[in-house]
């Protein structure tokens, strides 16, 4: 049995630990332990863990310091701060840099000790953190610290000791370097001219296999909207193809809906008449996430769906006009629904991007349901209504639109928060089946397959 092994039993008072197959240093099976994955099944970490065949009841007891300390001593060379560098660390007075192949991490203090993934600071069973275990030292800095190239330890002047996987800090800390695991492509109608496999899922395949459930995700992921094909031409089919995805997401049009333009609803929507590339629910603090389309039947001309991708007409403004784009993006216009029963009103900026990555992170676009400005003051109205001009008119070109003629068994999902809709105006009856789908839960999926991380 190895020194390290043993030291590894000796800290964690248990007859065993669990070997990788790959065989991890002794240092990274311990920072392993501090920073299992959130989506971990119960049974994953208890394999990890070792507790499948033995048991340890220690594992989630804060372990002997001392003993941690000697095993991090015997597998990594600690520097201290007045030694200011370690390979690839440098020790700053209030934060930590950390070089790791191209990625430049700047991690403060302060930080580093409050995510603390130790069981200590942070419950494994229930993926919290344990806020009131220690009070937060804000100018706190470290005694000791080691970097081997995966694994980063650090000792408080309490003693406590943290320690994190390279992987767990480029996943999770403030860099601009951060990128999407599923490219987007946004696209106009050149670009979706180009796309040899379209965005579209068999029905089948998307009901009965994981792989089909994913692909479909990641259609969503990476053109912001997708198909089902073959789907059974009803509003059930409708309603099972969406909640394959998620639940549905009630608002006061109900649950779902089917309807023709019989002017049920004091909406645009309900008529006969066309509507240019809008967001829907933008009236809402937080607008659905998806709306799925179904055409049940039309008998007569016209009503084609019109797709924009919202995020390429945004990033084409940010390049022609970025004064334009600055303005969308920090001024807040409140957008609002109003009818006999209802008074719904929101706030939020046309534009908003990513705090971290600075890419596109929604739109919020409906010229239909803009309320008055009165957020805007009236030394900024004359430039917020010329940029929403120049947004406007970078989505009504005629590049930017592709048109789609649905028919009964294709279902339509479009992510709201990126692509609009509209469609042509049309003659005969017209009967569409749809619902809206919540955001964070379609998100959770795509979390779940791993197609997203931010």
Same mark, same amino acid.
């Given at each position: 049995?190895?020194?390290?092994?043993?030291?590894?039993?000796?800290?964690?008072?248990?007859?065993?630990?669990?070997?990788?197959?790959?065989?991890?240093?002794?240092?990274?099976?311990?920072?392993?332990?501090?920073?299992?994955? !959130? &989506?971990?099944?119960?049974?994953?970490?208890?394999?990890?863990?070792?507790?499948?065949?033995?048991?340890?009841?220690?594992?989630?007891?804060?372990?002997?310091?001392?003993?941690?300390?000697?095993?991090?001593?015997?597998?990594?060379?600690?520097?201290?701060?007045?030694?200011?560098?370690?390979?690839?660390?440098?020790?700053?007075?209030?934060?930590?840099?950390?070089?790791?192949?191209?990625?430049?991490?700047?991690?403060?203090?302060?930080?580093?000790?409050?995510?603390?993934?130790?069981?200590?600071?942070?419950?494994?069973?229930?993926?919290?953190?344990?806020?009131?275990?220690?009070?937060?030292?804000?100018?706190?800095?470290?005694?000791?610290?080691?970097?081997?190239?995966?694994?980063?330890?650090?000792?408080?002047?309490?003693?406590?000791?943290?320690?994190?996987?390279?992987?767990?800090?480029?996943?999770?800390?403030?860099?601009?370097?951060?990128?999407?695991?599923?490219?987007?492509?946004?696209?106009?109608?050149?670009?979706?001219?180009?796309? =040899? &496999?379209?965005?579209?899922?068999?029905?089948?395949?998307?009901?009965?296999? &994981?792989?089909?459930?994913?692909?479909?995700?990641?259609?969503?992921?990476?053109?912001?909207?997708?198909?089902? @094909?073959?789907?059974?031409?009803?509003? &059930?089919?409708?309603?099972?193809?969406?909640?394959?995805?998620?639940?549905?997401?009630?608002?006061?049009?109900?649950?779902?809906?089917?309807?023709?333009?019989?002017?049920?609803?004091?909406?645009?929507?309900?008529?006969?008449?066309?509507?240019?590339?809008?967001?829907?629910?933008?009236?809402?603090?937080?607008?659905?996430?998806?709306?799925?389309?179904?055409?049940?039947?039309?008998?007569?001309?016209?009503?084609?769906?019109?797709?924009?991708?919202?995020?390429?007409?945004?990033?084409?403004?940010?390049?022609?006009?970025?004064?334009?784009?600055?303005?969308?993006?920090? @001024?807040?216009?409140?957008?609002?629904?109003?009818?006999?029963?209802?008074?719904?009103?929101?706030?939020? =900026?046309?534009?908003?991007?990513?705090?971290?990555?600075?890419?596109?992170?929604?739109?919020?676009?409906?010229?239909?349901?803009?309320?008055?400005?009165?957020?805007?003051?009236?030394?900024?109205?004359?430039?917020?209504?010329?940029?929403?001009?120049?947004?406007?008119?970078?989505?009504?070109?005629?590049?930017?639109?592709?048109?789609?003629?649905?028919?009964?068994?294709?279902?339509?999902?479009?992510?709201?928060? !990126?692509?609009?809709?509209?469609?042509?105006?049309?003659?005969?009856? !017209?009967?569409?089946?749809?619902?809206?789908?919540?955001?964070?839960?379609?998100?959770?999926?795509?979390?779940?397959?791993?197609?997203?991380?931010?």
């Amino acid at each position: 049995m190895s020194t390290n092994t043993k030291l590894l039993q000796q800290l964690f008072k248990c007859t065993s630990i669990y070997q990788h197959p790959i065989r991890l240093s002794a240092v990274q099976q311990v920072s392993s332990l501090h920073t299992l994955p !959130r &989506e971990s099944s119960p049974k994953q970490q208890q394999v990890f863990l070792g507790a499948k065949h033995h048991s340890c009841p220690s594992i989630f007891r804060q372990p002997d310091l001392s003993c941690l300390k000697t095993v991090y001593r015997s597998c990594s060379s600690f520097v201290s701060p007045q030694g200011s560098r370690n390979r690839d660390i440098t020790l700053n007075k209030e934060e930590l840099s950390v070089r790791y192949g191209h990625y430049h991490l700047d991690l403060p203090y302060v930080w580093l000790r409050d995510h603390c993934r130790c069981d200590v600071c942070y419950n494994h069973q229930t993926c919290q953190k344990n806020i009131d275990n220690f009070e937060l030292d804000l100018d706190i800095r470290p005694t000791e610290v080691s970097f081997d190239g995966t694994v980063l330890i650090i000792e408080w002047p309490d003693k406590h000791l943290t320690s994190y996987n390279i992987d767990w800090l480029l996943e999770n800390t403030y860099h601009d370097q951060h990128r999407d695991r599923v490219e987007r492509v946004l696209w106009n109608k050149a670009i979706m001219a180009t796309v =040899t &496999e379209q965005p579209m899922v068999p029905y089948e395949d998307f009901m009965e296999t &994981e792989e089909g459930l994913k692909e479909h995700v990641k259609n969503l992921m990476k053109y912001g909207f997708s198909v089902i @094909t073959q789907a059974p031409p009803s509003h &059930e089919g409708t309603l099972a193809v969406s909640q394959r995805l998620t639940f549905l997401q009630p608002t006061f049009f109900g649950p779902s809906w089917s309807f023709t333009s019989d002017m049920a609803f004091g909406d645009t929507a309900y008529t006969t008449l066309g509507l240019g590339a809008h967001t829907d629910n933008t009236y809402f603090m937080s607008p659905s996430g998806i709306q799925v389309f179904h055409v049940l039947e039309h008998q007569g001309t016209g009503g084609e769906t019109l797709l924009v991708d919202g995020f390429f007409a945004a990033e084409t403004l940010r390049q022609d006009n970025p004064t334009a784009f600055k303005c969308l993006s920090e @001024t807040v216009v409140a957008h609002e629904f109003y009818d006999s029963d209802h008074r719904v009103r929101s706030l939020g =900026t046309v534009l908003s991007i990513h705090p971290t990555t600075k890419k596109m992170f929604s739109i919020r676009f409906n010229p239909y349901d803009r309320s008055p400005l009165h957020t805007v003051p009236p030394d900024q109205i004359k430039k917020f209504y010329k940029s929403y001009a120049a947004l406007t008119e970078e989505i009504r070109k005629p590049e930017s639109e592709v048109w789609l003629k649905l028919k009964p068994g294709m279902v339509l999902f479009v992510d709201n928060w !990126r692509v609009m809709h509209g469609r042509s105006s049309f003659t005969g009856l !017209r009967r569409v089946s749809g619902c809206y789908l919540p955001r964070d839960d379609w998100f959770e999926k795509a979390r779940l397959f791993g197609l997203q991380n931010l």
